[in-house]
């Protein structure tokens, strides 16, 4: 079986079609883009960029990729970047959330520390 020049020519050009065709099938990541800047601003609310900067510098360098992506219609690369930026976000929520609880207990234990300070003075009297 003998395959000519113009079959495979045929061949190729209907595989690269194809390609195509299912790179323009993903769709606009809206969902995605709007969940990044969500948790993006829950993570600013939540003084990410007090205790989490780094974390929260990323998510925010990464939509602003997603962005660019979504003006270039490489949607299959904005969605991926805005799942990260997204990820990122949560981490830098979660990190502002834990460094405010151990600030928290930090405080707590300290004004234990000075009440009982204040008990053994006033109870040497």
Not at 16 to 32: F, H, Q
Not at 76 to 82: I, Q, R, V
Not at 96 to 120: G, H
């Amino acid at each position: 079986m003998k395959v000519s020049f113009k079959n495979l020519l045929l061949a190729l050009l209907f595989t690269a079609v194809i390609l195509l065709a299912g790179c323009s099938s993903v769709p606009k990541p809206i969902g995605e883009m709007a969940g990044a800047k969500a948790q993006i601003e829950t993570a600013v609310t939540n003084e990410a960029g007090e205790f989490a900067a780094v974390e929260l510098d990323r998510a925010k360098s990464k939509l602003r990729r997603a962005e660019r992506a979504v003006v270039e219609k490489e949607y299959l690369t904005a969605k991926l970047l805005a799942d990260e930026a997204r990820s990122d976000a949560r981490l830098a929520t979660a990190k502002a959330s834990s460094a405010r609880a151990k600030q928290s207990a930090q405080e707590m234990k300290d004004t234990v520390q000075s009440m009982e300070r204040e008990i053994e003075r006033v109870q040497k009297r």
